[in-house]
């Protein structure tokens, strides 16, 4: 790339007419005067070395506090000697997405496959114990991993879940349909915060005395059906969207009714309405702080807890 091939960059994309000149200039002006006092905070003055509050110098970051913390808010509490299984878990995970973009696409069902059946077994085993490995209590479960874990629960049964609610809701059995739309409506007329708190709190109430179900099981179903609702009714959304000719011609080649669904229906629809699926998927991810009201930590009531530490106290704005 030569200088006139930057020239013309810029005179295309960003000084094409007077009201872009103007925009670019006042961008370049925010930046000016913006940027080096930041670079003077966040680099120049800033402490990188140390291990404690004296240690950071006034006016610039206390990256010394990230340095202590990290862990903490990347793993919660997880037990020091144990995280190399949260991080082997997350390879697999980051490896199978990754060569996903990479194979054919009549592999691609088969990464699919293996990421809602195959992998949540094998990422619990790792994170939780079992079959020779420690046991790591979920009460010890926190920061990053904990948001990742509830948002990827939440996803590989949330989708699914509420793909069979659209159906059922649009299904012409009345009883699959009435059934559909009770539970769809009952679940998002309940604040998400009510379905934490009952989720932890108040079922365990209703179970036998010996029962013992997992706080943090319980919450991710609760948070799951809760979201697989608003997925129900993206989905909802997109089958309303076709027309009737793509069902009378499944149905004119012998198609049954899950046949019809699965091979043509569904994916039509899922494609238009992808936008929507990763909005409420961006939602649930979004959502996940709210589980600090029963006493799990993910990444943000990490940073609470951190910042709000007596040996710390002062840096927090």
């Known amino acids: 790339m030569n200088i006139s091939d930057i020239k013309h960059w810029l005179k295309k994309n960003l000084f094409s007419n007077w009201y872009y000149s103007l925009i670019s200039l006042f961008i370049f002006y925010l930046l000016l005067i913006t940027l080096p006092p930041f670079l003077d905070w966040a680099l120049i003055k800033a402490t990188f070395i140390g291990n404690s509050k004296t240690d950071c110098q006034p006016g610039g970051a206390c990256w010394v506090f990230i340095k202590v913390w990290f862990e903490k808010l990347i793993y919660g509490f997880y037990p020091e000697k144990e995280i190399w299984r ?21 592999f691609k069902i088969y990464i699919l496959f293996f990421l809602i059946f195959i992998f949540p077994l094998i990422g619990f085993t790792l994170i939780n114990g079992g079959f020779g490995l420690e046991r790591v209590e979920t009460r010890v479960w926190g920061g990053l991993t904990l948001t990742f874990i509830l948002t990827f629960f ?19 059995l009345p009883i699959f349909r009435f059934f559909s739309i009770l539970f769809i409506e009952f679940w998002r007329g309940i604040p998400l915060l009510t379905v934490i708190f009952a989720a932890a709190i108040m079922f365990p109430i209703f179970l036998p ?6 706080k943090l099981l319980r919450v991710a179903i609760g948070i799951s059906i809760f979201e697989a609702t608003y997925v129900a009714e993206v989905v909802r959304g ?9 069902y009378e011609a499944a149905k004119s ?10 091979l043509i229906i569904l994916p039509q629809a899922i494609k238009t309405v992808i936008p929507g ?3 409420t998927f961006i939602a649930l991810f979004k959502d996940t702080p709210l589980i600090i009201l029963v006493g799990l930590l993910e990444i943000l ?3 609470n807890l951190a910042k709000s530490n007596s040996y710390w106290l002062g840096l927090a704005t």
């Open 277 to 279: 699926i990763t909005n």
């Open 154 to 172: 939440g996803i590989i049964v949330a989708f699914p879940l509420g793909v069979l609610l659209a159906l059922g809701r649009r299904s012409e």
């Open 209 to 214: 005395a010996n029962s013992n179900v997992d």
């Open 238 to 246: 997109g089958l309303q969207s076709l027309p009737k000719g793509q």
């Open 253 to 262: 080649l012998g198609m049954g009714y899950w046949k019809m669904n699965f």
């Open 301 to 303: 009531g990490m940073i």
């Open 86 to 106: 949260v991080n082997l878990a997350f390879l697999i995970l980051i490896s199978t997405v990754t060569l996903a973009f990479f194979v054919k696409s009549k």
